[in-house]
């Protein structure tokens, strides 16, 4: 088992940059894939961004690439997710999701999650 705890939201100006955190304890960490998701107000929960167990392999979705950035520090247990040139549209409580499986994108998959931070983007 691993419990997982997001932080680092918070309301910013679109084109302003933020790094969330995703801290694990519990099961050894560096076992798992780990998911990024986002939902925003009345929309489903969708992917934003994933990485392998190891770092070497990361998926991301399209309305994401090239603005956000996952990676992750075994040693400290942390998953990061970098978001540049935030957008209102990127405005979402985003989740981290952690599965003994590949770094997909579908939540079902993912059988452990925190509770979510807020972002918030004002145009």
């Known amino acids: 088992q691993v419990q997982l705890v997001e932080s680092g939201g918070g309301l910013v100006q679109a084109g302003d940059s933020l790094r969330l955190s995703c801290a694990a304890s519990?099961?050894?960490?560096?076992?798992?894939?780990v998911g990024w998701f986002r939902q925003g107000p009345g929309l489903e929960r969708e992917f934003v961004a994933a990485?392998?167990?190891?770092?070497?392999?990361?998926n991301y979705a399209d309305s994401v690439k090239g603005r956000f950035t996952i990676s992750r520090d075994n040693a400290k247990n942390t998953v990061y997710l970098q978001m540049n040139s935030l957008k209102p549209e990127d405005t979402a409580v985003y989740y981290c999701?952690?599965?003994?499986?590949?770094?997909?994108?579908?939540?079902?998959?993912?059988?452990?999650w925190g509770q979510g931070t807020r972002v918030t983007v004002q145009s």
């Open positions: 519990g099961r050894t960490f560096s076992d798992y894939a």
């Open positions: 999701a952690a599965s003994l499986g590949a770094p997909t994108s579908t939540p079902r998959f993912y059988p452990h």
């Open positions: 990485i392998r167990w190891s770092g070497d392999l990361r």
